[in-house]
């Protein structure tokens, strides 16, 4: 639960690292996984060939995914993980007679990694600014925080109306030209902003209506952040395609996935000729043997200590005791589902500004949190207890009231 500095103070690890250490940091179990993998093959070409782990570890995570999301492809990151998912989008459509389909619709205040292709569905400004206009047909529905559902513990009620934001796009360029529609369960990077009841039930139907391929970014979501395996599950709503990377190894080795259903699986196989590659795509480290040693791992541990159940059950009382903070003035949201959180700190001197301070002094005081801008990420590893929580939301208050 802890990280050290260099002067050995001891920091509380109020967001997993970077959501990515469910289950602790430098995991022993993990780390004598792959020094034992690494002494026996470091390396083995993904391109034509592969190595029993990467089988292995596809169908360990295949348990965990929805029901008919049972085709698992390597990367290296989630950035990685959804260039492939808008890759498996187009060689969909393509295999189907559909190849006009090169249309992706995503959100405001969405972020889908750093790479050029989730740059351009990225919705937050600071990501993409600088760095040229992005690939094209790309369009952007709003986000889903609504002044009215401040203070909303879990799914606000009201805000499903959003979801048509998909049907307008869908009429305004046609839905035959719309690859996919891709979102995260949860918003998480800028600030966790929990979907309207129905929304994502929404985006599915419509995405079902038009022939649109529904993507979930579940990156962050995954991995038992929401009390269940995935976002899709906490939510009940199957996409086409998810991605995910972070907790798939506890962060101690990079790796990245992307899960894809059946249908989609089989029509971009079927549509190649017999013995052909069926999909020119993929990546050196693809399925690297240290990689999967680290995620199945990984996999044992989530098994062998419920981390998901203990992190379903912890999350009542880690989210009363974040709303409890709601009484400092200073706070102007809480937002937060299964153990996520986010909270908004009233700016001062710029966006942002007052937030870098706020890390800064979390850190002098003992925990690290992400801040994106004005707004706090919360996430503790699933191993997490109730004094860790206490301690965590006893460093926020009193730091909070050093402004």
């Not at 937050?124 to 600014?129: A, E, F, P, S, T």
């Not at 989609?264 to 993929?282: D, N, Q």
């Not at 299964?338 to 870098?356: K, M, N, T, Y």
């Amino acid at each position: 639960m802890y990280m050290y500095s260099h002067e050995g103070e001891r920091i509380l690890d109020g967001s997993s690292g970077l959501f990515c250490c469910a289950a602790g940091h430098s995991r022993p179990e993990i780390a004598e996984a792959v020094y034992a993998q690494l002494k026996e093959a470091a390396y083995v070409p993904p391109f034509q060939l592969s190595q029993p782990l990467a089988f292995e570890l596809a169908r360990r995570v295949s348990q965990m995914t929805p029901a008919g999301l049972d085709h698992i492809f390597f990367v290296n990151s989630g950035s990685e993980s959804v260039d492939t998912a808008m890759k498996i989008a187009y060689a969909y459509h393509y295999s189907r007679g559909e190849g006009q389909r090169q249309r992706f619709v995503s959100r405001e205040r969405a972020y889908h990694g750093v790479n050029m292709a989730g740059v351009s569905l990225s919705g937050m400004i600071k990501n993409r600014q600088a760095f040229g206009p992005g690939i094209p047909g790309v369009v952007h529905m709003r986000h889903t925080w609504l002044p009215e559902n401040r203070f909303v513990r879990g799914q606000p009620d009201t805000g499903i109306e959003l979801a048509d934001d998909l049907e307008r796009v869908a009429m305004n360029y046609g839905p035959d030209t719309i690859a996919a529609c891709i979102v995260e369960p949860i918003a998480g990077s800028t600030g966790v902003l929990v979907p309207p009841k129905g929304y994502l039930e929404r985006l599915r139907e419509i995405c079902d209506v038009h022939g649109i391929l529904l993507i979930f970014d579940e990156v962050i979501c995954g991995f038992g952040r929401l009390g269940a395996p995935f976002g899709a599950q906490a939510f009940g709503v199957t996409p086409d395609v998810m991605t995910m990377a972070k907790a798939l190894t506890n962060a101690a080795q990079p790796m990245g996935a992307v899960a894809v259903s059946d249908k989609v699986h089989s029509t971009i196989l079927e549509a190649a000729p017999e013995g052909a590659v069926e999909f020119f795509h993929g990546y050196t480290y693809s399925a690297h043997p240290a990689a999967c040693a680290a995620g199945l791992a990984t996999m044992d541990l989530f098994e062998k200590e419920d981390l998901v159940a203990r992190a379903d059950a912890l999350s009542p009382y880690f989210l009363d005791q974040v709303f409890a903070l709601s009484d400092l003035e200073i706070i102007t949201d809480i937002r937060g589902y299964g153990l996520f959180a986010g909270i908004d700190i009233s700016p001062e001197g710029g966006p942002g500004v007052r937030g870098l301070d706020f890390q800064k002094r979390l850190y002098r005081n003992g925990l690290h949190i992400k801040m994106t801008g004005d707004a706090g990420l919360l996430a503790p590893p699933l191993i997490a207890e109730p004094k860790h929580v206490d301690r965590m939301c006893e460093i926020l208050r009193q730091t909070l009231l050093e402004y």
